[in-house]
Nanobody
Framework: QLQLAESGGDLVQPGGSLRLSCAAS????????IGWFRQAPGKEREGVSC????????YYSDSVKGRYTISRDNHNNTVSLQMNSLKPEDTAVYYC?????????????????????WGQGTQVTVSS
């Protein structure tokens, strides 16, 4: 069964950092746009960041641009999200996603919030 498994969610103080990781099993990420969506209570789902497998092009939402960095390791079949300067409004469940890169781009996946595969989600809480 194809799976994405996130890790790294935690409670952190404002201004702190976290690194989320996502590992794929039973399929390779080589031909997938992979990224992170987040969902906070009472808020709309947001495409935080996505990355293409072909040219490494990335997309970041305006709310995280300059603070988050997405990276992928095709050899290890993983994707990571480095989150710095965290704010209380970053509190959410973060989901790792993957979409067939033959039919989309990093920007389209994140903006349209479309995905072929989803992880279970990992909770990030930013609070003092």
């Amino acid at each position: 069964q194809l799976q994405l498994a996130e890790s790294g969610g935690d409670l952190v103080q404002p201004g702190g950092s976290l690194r989320l990781s996502c590992a794929a099993s039973e399929f390779t990420l080589d031909n997938y746009v992979i990224g992170w969506f987040r969902q906070a209570p009472g808020k709309e789902r947001e495409g935080v960041s996505c990355i293409s497998p072909f040219d490494g092009s990335t997309y970041y939402s305006d709310s995280v641009k300059g603070r988050y960095t997405i990276s992928r390791d095709n050899h290890n079949n993983t994707v990571s999200l480095q989150m710095n300067s965290l704010k209380p409004e970053d509190t959410a469940v973060y989901y790792c996603i993957a979409e067939d890169a033959r039919i989309t781009t990093a920007r389209h996946t994140c903006v349209r919030l479309t995905a072929d595969y989803w992880g279970q989600g990992t909770q990030v809480t930013v609070s003092s």
